[in-house]
């Protein structure tokens, strides 16, 4: 089976992590902060703080922000679901702003729509995470314009775009955003195993993440509330957790970076080369903004249903039977039965569901060969003129 997605692994990352395990630190040593440095410097971040998922980062940023009961997080339905989640972790409520049917990231104009009439209403979001599908970066201009005006703070979740760009700029430099979130699942486009980072500008936010990814609980002096009661000293200030990232992880992630552009850019050759030997399909392939170089964690297309016989199940299907791991990135939150429960329906956000009902996510990873590559495009094409 050709996987949608596959991680990179060389003896230079074996060697680094194996170098970890012969040393006195698995975990808080010197490899987390060295990893968070490389990284922060790679994108253009004040701070980076690196954490055992991207979802627990998300966690952490929604606090920072002081997301909490009786505020709202806004986020787009076309995510995974931890985009969501984090907002119901802080006790806040959640709603979504549908998307735009061309790059299928949140749309800013649905967006501003929404504020128009949360603002009549008294329920401004206090915090959006926008979600940057497939490694396309949102319009971020637009929605850092639209936060300045109705005063919400931007997370940027940016899980599928290491290494992408925005108007020239590396992703994760937070220009438009108060926070940046990365993944290093193994599917995304570098990876730690689980692992993320919350990147930011802003000193107060990295000290109040800082605290929350272990246990609330500092040394630093500044800090407490009285003076340490002696060398051994730390105390609680607030309430955190342990989302600490190990030194295993951190050395496979410095590792990884080093090869990062080098990922991206075959990803892009990768993502070239579907464009031209899908291009006369039934299929709409993804627009890319031109603003923008995507991080391209996923190749997405969409089926034009009423162009052929067989439905969007069936073409899936035929796929997985030939061998190519397709899959469906993603199911659109909203419609998930512990979020129908909160009252959402289908119906809620069309162009989520319009998506929903025709996108195929096909292999694309770093070591996809052009002859996989191939084999996937003549799969496909065999479904799609039986
Ligand atoms: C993968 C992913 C996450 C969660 O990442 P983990 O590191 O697995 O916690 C969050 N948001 C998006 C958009 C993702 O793709």
């Not at 002696?230 to 410095?254: C, D, H, K, S």
């Not at 080098?262 to 709409?284: C, D, I």
């Not at 996923?298 to 069936?314: D, F, M, P, T």
């Amino acid at each position: 089976m050709i996987p949608y997605g596959k991680q990179d692994i060389n003896q230079a990352d074996i060697d680094s992590v194996l170098e970890v395990l012969n040393s006195d630190f698995l975990t808080q040593g010197p490899k987390v902060p060295l990893f968070e440095q490389t990284l922060a410097k790679k994108v253009g971040a004040k701070h980076a703080l690196a954490t055992n998922s991207a979802t627990s980062a998300l966690h952490i940023a929604c606090l920072a922000l002081d997301l909490g009961k009786d505020d709202w997080l806004w986020t787009t339905p076309v995510t995974f679901v931890a985009s969501a989640n984090c907002g119901l972790y802080c006790g806040a409520q959640v709603d979504f702003v549908d998307i735009d049917p061309d790059t299928y990231n949140l749309s800013p104009k649905a967006l501003e729509a929404k504020l128009v009439t949360a603002k009549q209403e008294g329920k401004l979001p206090k915090v959006l995470v926008a979600v940057h599908l497939c490694g396309q970066p949102c319009d971020m201009q637009a929605i850092h314009t639209l936060s300045q005006r109705y005063g919400f703070k931007v997370i940027e979740d940016a899980s599928h775009a290491v290494g992408g760009r925005y108007q020239g700029d590396y992703i994760g430099n937070s220009r438009y955003s108060d926070i940046t979130v990365f993944s290093f699942h193994p599917v995304k486009i570098i990876t730690t195993a689980e692992g993320g980072m919350a990147l930011t500008n802003d000193d107060h936010l990295a000290e109040k993440m800082n605290l929350f990814r272990s246990h609330g609980v500092t040394r630093d002096q500044t800090l407490m509330t009285h003076e340490p009661d002696g060398p051994w000293y730390y105390q609680q200030v607030t309430l955190g957790f342990n989302y600490r990232m190990t030194e295993l992880q951190a050395a496979l992630g410095i590792s990884q970076s080093q090869r990062l552009d080098s990922f991206v850019a075959r990803r892009h050759q990768l993502a070239q080369r579907y464009n031209e030997l899908l291009q006369n399909l039934p299929l709409t392939l993804p627009w890319q903004h031109p603003d923008s170089y995507s991080g391209l964690h996923l190749y997405v297309v969409r089926l034009q249903l009423s162009k052929i016989s067989k439905n969007h199940r069936q073409v899936f299907e035929g796929l997985r039977e030939k061998g190519i791991g397709v899959n469906l990135h993603y199911i659109p939150v909203h419609t998930q039965p512990y979020y129908q429960d909160m009252g959402f329906r289908p119906g809620d956000f069309p162009e989520a569901e319009k998506y929903y009902s025709e996108a195929i996510s096909l292999p694309m990873y770093q070591g996809l060969t052009d002859q996989q590559q191939s084999d996937v495009v003549l799969a496909l094409k065999a479904l799609l003129e039986e």
